[in-house]
């Protein structure tokens, strides 16, 4: 469980930090609410853990990728962490547009042409919170949704890491890899 809480926390922390960024870099008419969405972004993870503790923790021990896990929920719990971290935002203001956000969080780039400014940088960000550097997938989802190149991504993800290690350790949260952790 300590294992997954420091994924959790390194997780959210990258989604939210990356996701502040990319909203003010494109002019976002509210930074601090995508930086709430991307440290949101998971948190139906931890409903399920706390319905299922021992059964979720093996599922996530065994689904390292966030589209597969979520599928092995559906399947064992009837729900999913996705959905659960969408309607958990049930009744916020803009509501619906922050749900949007997690809820599309893992569509391909190609299927987010037409969605909101706010489920954009969602999307990117929940896709920059796993590597260290960013793959070859999150720098064309990062040209396709916003025409941000490569070494513009590369800086950025720089900055994210720094500030993410700099959030972690003023918070007191232990957020380091260990050699065994897995990608969620």
Request: glycine letters at 4%; proline letters at 3%.
């Amino acid at each position: 469980e300590q294992q997954f809480l420091k994924q959790f926390w390194r997780n959210s922390l990258q989604a939210a930090t990356a996701a502040h960024v990319f909203a003010t870099l494109t002019r976002y008419r509210n930074p601090s609410e995508a930086y709430l969405c991307g440290l949101l972004h998971n948190i139906g993870q931890l409903v399920l853990l706390r319905r299922h503790r021992q059964e979720w923790l093996q599922l996530w021990r065994d689904h390292n990728e966030a589209g597969m896990l979520a599928a092995e929920e559906r399947s064992r719990f009837q729900d999913d962490h996705i959905e659960l971290s969408a309607r958990l935002l049930t009744g916020w203001p803009d509501s619906e547009l922050l749900a949007d956000a997690l809820r599309y969080r893992l569509e391909p780039a190609s299927r987010m042409r037409d969605a909101s400014h706010l489920a954009k940088i969602i999307n990117l960000a929940a896709a920059l919170a796993l590597p260290q550097r960013p793959d070859d997938a999150a720098v064309q989802r990062a040209d396709a949704l916003f025409g941000i190149g490569e070494a513009l991504l590369q800086e950025l993800s720089q900055q994210i890491s720094s500030e993410v290690s700099r959030v972690a350790e003023g918070l007191g949260i232990d957020i380091s890899a260990d050699a065994d952790t897995m990608a969620q």
